[in-house]
Structures are given as structure tokens and as C-alpha cells.
């Protein structure tokens, strides 16, 4: 059996607003309350569990997304007048990169956390 990220947990100033946010944004789906966690379904294999913290440090997610998914979710990253930009340290350039052929675009949550959506994997020099 391959190994797979199960969950991780997303530290955050509001639980229940935040894991809202990450389902209208990429169409996770909406679990709710387990323990004190509240749980977005993100595939079979992964679920983003947020848990409200008073202090936490920025962290950086990344999904790798299809064109077309790439495409809904920006449309609705726009909706929500989130800015966005081409890069970690110009993530609110108002543009996207096209690296290694594909589309990327990096945005910040509520929390501070900088999330990244891209269609292509990086490409690793020697792989």
C-alpha cells in the first residue's frame, strides 16, 4: 500500500469560518464537527482538520489541481476579492505564473496562511 497524508491539522482564529472558506473556494466538502476539530473532506485520502488557536505560525498549502479546477476555483478566489499573486513572495501581485507549462497562483486565508494552487508538479533537476 502506497503511504498517504490522512489529515493535518490547520491552526486557525475561527474554525467553522475557515473550513467554510476552503470548501467555497476548492469544493471540498463540508464534514463539521469531529472532537473539536471542524473537518473539510478534501479527497478519499485527505481531510483538513481546524482547530482554533490563539497563536500559530503561517503555514503553506499547495494543491495541485486540474486546468479546469484551476479555472472554478480562481473564478471564485476572484468572487471572493481575495487578492492573489505569481509567487510566495508576491502573493499579492494580482497575477498567475505559468511555470513548467501549467498555471499557478498563490493567495493568503484569513489566518495568514498562504495557499498555492498549481496544475503542474515542479519540476526536481536530476528526476
Do not use: W
Amino acid at each position: 500500500m502506497a503511504i498517504t497524508l490522512n489529515h493535518t491539522i490547520v491552526p486557525c482564529f475561527n474554525k467553522v469560518e475557515s473550513a467554510k472558506l476552503y470548501c467555497r473556494l476548492f469544493g471540498f466538502e463540508y464534514i463539521g464537527e469531529f472532537s473539536h476539530f471542524i473537518v473539510a473532506r478534501v479527497n478519499d485520502t485527505l481531510c483538513l482538520d481546524f482547530d482554533n488557536k490563539e497563536k500559530f505560525d503561517s503555514h503553506h498549502y499547495a494543491f495541485k489541481v486540474s486546468e479546469q479546477e484551476f479555472g472554478e476555483i480562481f473564478a471564485r478566489l476572484q468572487d471572493e476579492h481575495m487578492k492573489f499573486g505569481s509567487g510566495p513572495g508576491d502573493a499579492e501581485d494580482m497575477k498567475i505564473n505559468h511555470n513548467y507549462g501549467g498555471r499557478g497562483v498563490y493567495f493568503r486565508d484569513q489566518n495568514g496562511h498562504l495557499l498555492e494552487m498549481l496544475t503542474e508538479d515542479y519540476v526536481i533537476p536530476g528526476q
